[in-house]
């Protein structure tokens, strides 16, 4: 019982700890004249209002915002399940030729700095294939994320080989060894990976302010930082502009998460080879 | 393993063989390109202001010239258009003209052969002339031509927070504030009155463009209106670079100034008493704080009015992935034109680069006073040299500086002289 | 059956593998075969990036390139900084995360909650965040007030020994949330009866944590440790939004801080592209040392 509670206690505190910086955010969002002083992490109910997101609501057309990148993440995010979970599952499960290679390759291209990239990709991208100002040229770059590539191999490799052999001495072909008897086992895997492949795209600045001016292509990400760094130095409480945007955009991310966390749970995976 | 080497060989050798045989395409030759003219396309800054003047530029212009339609879109002011710029520049896809291309750039992108030499328009450079006068020459690139036309600037000015000035019992309509003695004398009493945190916050940031805020208009002001580099030498390695270094060493030793990373604008939350910045900073301070405003301080004082500062200026620039050269020069001198630098100072309340701009524009600066001291200040303002590795000369200054005066671990006299010996190895 | 046994020599015992990772391949070669080759050959000759038609003279220059960076002191202490940085920050990463994933990975009370909280910092932006840390651990902040006398001065973020420190404490706070993900995922496939078996033979918690989920979750540490290792290598917007950049006196810079400023800033890819070349062999050189170490 005492050890418990201890545990409890730990985990509380660590929460806190954690939390406390985006509840932070949150209070500093609605304050309406920025606060600074310790005694501002408390919400003050003179001045507290919702005036940073109408501010922001005003100067940048959310709809078509949340849209763009709902389209970049959506195609980033396919993309990656689809063939990321292939390419992971053949990586790991599968002997063929040039499996090195591409492992090689996959660590390779993770280790390399976007910085280093970023012009000669653009000069590809735009010039090359002629992809500028498009949802293609947004979301070619990051099509297959080969961190969850390297993930779902991972995971993939926890699950022991007698599955396998057993579900083909059963004549099932490697496709349906793949969908029914691997993935089921290494759902919370994936469900982390699409995760992570979420946040990627989601927050990314960069790559789609490089390749599109178009206002009506912009992502969420890219409109708000543009209105960071110019209409947020005339708002009322600037910084509070910048948290109110920050928190707009985390929410949809934090959301995502809730509703999936739920299927972390175990699988059973001993009981799939016994008998 | 052989075949795995000798695959791997394979790939490098096609991919040498892809990057060694470049890309394709060819920006239009300098000849017909002046005098082509069809529909162009531009970019400006996304601040709202310049914004709002740009799209009624536009439209004014495409109402009287529908054959040459001008399409605009925003990009960010900030170092992130650096890279957008440059990145295009490379792609070839970049516009005619850029509204918010910055002087430290232009040698970068005239390298890469990004830029129009504004001379060959038979009009170029008398233009330029006619409405910009002597400041003018700082903006020539080295080989005597113009890359980019001199549009507006932002003189830096010490703005100071009457409010606060009055806490520490400071006088508001004549502060302290022209010798480095007054100065600093101010700024002592304003943060132990309690009256704000630190007399004044510039970025301590080390990103190569901070000086132009914190070191460069001083240095203006004290050398009498020299720039860092001139005639391929550093001239900071002087008494007046030593002496401005010398007057930030102190504001940073006391702890007048902040050294850390600061999220938000310090002059407007009231945690700085002032800060260094251009007219663009009024409509921004507005209903915020109320302000003044005093010429940046010089060791002895007094200079005052005459006293040179950082231009922060903005410029245009033609891109040689441009093929409607002969429109985009005619649609430049119009949204230059008398009537529409009137209405960029309407709207913006930055300096348009025009000699004679207070008696051009006498009605508005009768009406908006407060602008007054900016518009005599476009006179005095010094550019940053126009010379190549001109990125690189600044980051060199400002890791000197960042390591001697705000952070102490050097003499400033013994850092100015590395930096100096080693600007002096870039730009010659 | 017997044809696919026929092939095996060829492509390997299972050939399909090569039809189901084609398409990442294919993705790799297409998209980045160009940039990662000119990058690379860049950092072998002066280069600049030019207008389309504009021919500058591209010499080739060996090693050039390399040596410039290696004998630059600012280089130097970047790497030096990744490395102080990689050295708190992976252990702390391995550690924490399987200990919080193992807890809440138990049937607590408010468990969604919980895992919520651990996971939030990792969705928000560093821009917003960083403003919170720097009220925490800022010369003025709640830190040093807690701490009073015994807070170090310079304050955190401008001393030098510091500096890095507090980066990579945030860093790890930042990530933790999604490799907590990673364990928790993995813990799942731990099969129950393990630790039944060790309940029944007398094990303590904490014994069976070290004999059962510990090597239970072996493919996710090596996963947790290279990727803590690769996006700590690859560290650029935390030292430019909590120390302004590289900090007091290059302290808290990092390589992929000096490419920026040299590739895209100065407009010297070459450089850049040298000092990038650098730091993949370096972490290439750590993943390795660590997948050896993990063998034994």
Redesign the interface.
Known sequence: MARTWRRTTVLVIGALAFLFPFYYMIVGSLQQRSDTSVGGALPHPGNLSLHNYSQINAAISLGQTLLNSIVFTAGVVLGTVVFGVLAGYALAQLHYRGRGTLFAAMLLLQVIPFQLLIIPLYVQIVRGYGLADSYLGMILPFAINSTAVFVFRQYFLQVPADLFDAARIDGASELRILRSVALPLVRPALLTATLMTFIGPWNEFLWPFLVTKQHDKQPLAVALANYISTTAASATNPYGAILAGAVVLAAPAVALFIAFQRHFVSTDLGSGVKG | MRS?IQ??AV??LT??A???CG?????PSSGEAATARGPINI?Y????QEVAWGKQMVEAWNSAHPTESVSA????????S???I??S??????PCLIYNTSPAAVP?FQ????LVSLGDFPDGASYIGTRTGGTAEQYKSPDGTFYQLPWKSNPVMIFYNKAVFTKAGISTTDPPLSSYEDFLATAKKLVSSGAA?YAIYP??????FQPWFDFYPMYAAESGGKQLVENKKATFDSDAGKAVAGFWQQLYAQNLAG???????SF??G?AAMASVGPWAI??Y?G?VDWGVASVPTRAGGSGDQAATFSDAKNVAMY??CKNRGTAWDFLKFSTSAEQDGKLLEMTGQMPLRQNLEQQYAAYFTANPQYKTFAAKTAHVVEVPNVP?S??MW?AFR?AW??SVI?G?EAPDKALSEAAAKINGLVK | MTRRRAAAGTFGRQPVGLLLSAPYAVFIVAVFAYPLGLAVWMSFHTYIFTAPGVSVPRPFVGFDNYTAVLSDPAVRQAFLNILIFLVLNVPLTVVLSLALATALNAAIPFRTFFRVSYYVPYVTASVAVVGVWLFLFGSGGLVNHALGAAAPSPSWLINEGWAMPSIAIYVTWKQLGFFILLYLAALQNVPKELYEAAAVDGASKWRSFLAVTVPGVRPATTLVTLLAIITGANLFTEPYLLTNGGGPNGRSASPVLLMYQRGVEQGHPDVAAAIGVLLVVGVLLIAGLQRILDRD
Request: proline letters at 3%.
């Open positions: 795995r695959l791997a790939t490098i991919l040498t892809t990057v060694a890309g394709s395409g060819t920006s970019w800054s996304n601040n709202a879109q925003e990009i960010p002011a900030g170092q992130t650096e890279a957008v440059s990145a520049i490379t792609a070839g896809n970049a970068n390298a890469q052969g990004g945190k970025s301590p940031s080390s990103q190569f050294k850390e990373a600061y999220t938000g604008d407007a939350d945690t409509a921004a507005k915020k040689t992935a590795a990125v690189e980051q890791d960042s390591k952070f671990k």
